[in-house]
């Protein structure tokens, strides 16, 4: 059974970093393109940051150096490093593990990140 676990959520200041942590198991993500998107109350999901399985980055234009994409392989994670925090990155932020387009595609629980003061 595959299962991605979020966590390393919460409140923070603006201004404030987290780091969210996506733990895998029932997949080798090293394999897999892996992501971040959020959620935002009465809004859509939108795409956060990827990681090709070649370790090629991709951004959404809100967060562009602010945020960084990185796995560790070995450890089967992958992480989210949020510094420079606004309000409008109040989320949850889910982790997406996708190989082959979407004929295997998966979604983990998410974690709430709430940022204010």
């Known amino acids: 059974q595959v299962q991605l676990v979020e966590s390393g959520g919460g409140l923070v200041q603006p201004g404030g970093s987290l780091r969210l942590s996506c733990a895998a198991s029932?997949?080798?993500?090293?394999?897999?393109?892996m992501g971040w998107y959020r959620q935002a109350p009465g809004k859509q999901r939108e795409l956060v940051a990827t990681?090709?399985?070649?370790?090629?980055?991709n951004y959404a234009d809100s967060v562009k150096g602010r945020f960084t994409i990185s796995r560790d392989n070995a450890k089967n994670t992958v992480y989210l490093q949020m510094n420079s925090l606004k309000p409008e990155d109040t989320a949850v932020y889910y982790c997406?593990?996708?190989?082959?387009?979407?004929?295997?595609?998966?979604w983990g629980q998410g974690t709430q990140v709430t940022v204010s003061s």
């Open positions: 029932g997949i080798i993500i090293r394999f897999y393109d």
């Open positions: 997406n593990a996708v190989l082959g387009g979407t004929v295997y595609n998966y």
């Open positions: 990681i090709t399985s070649g370790g090629s980055t």
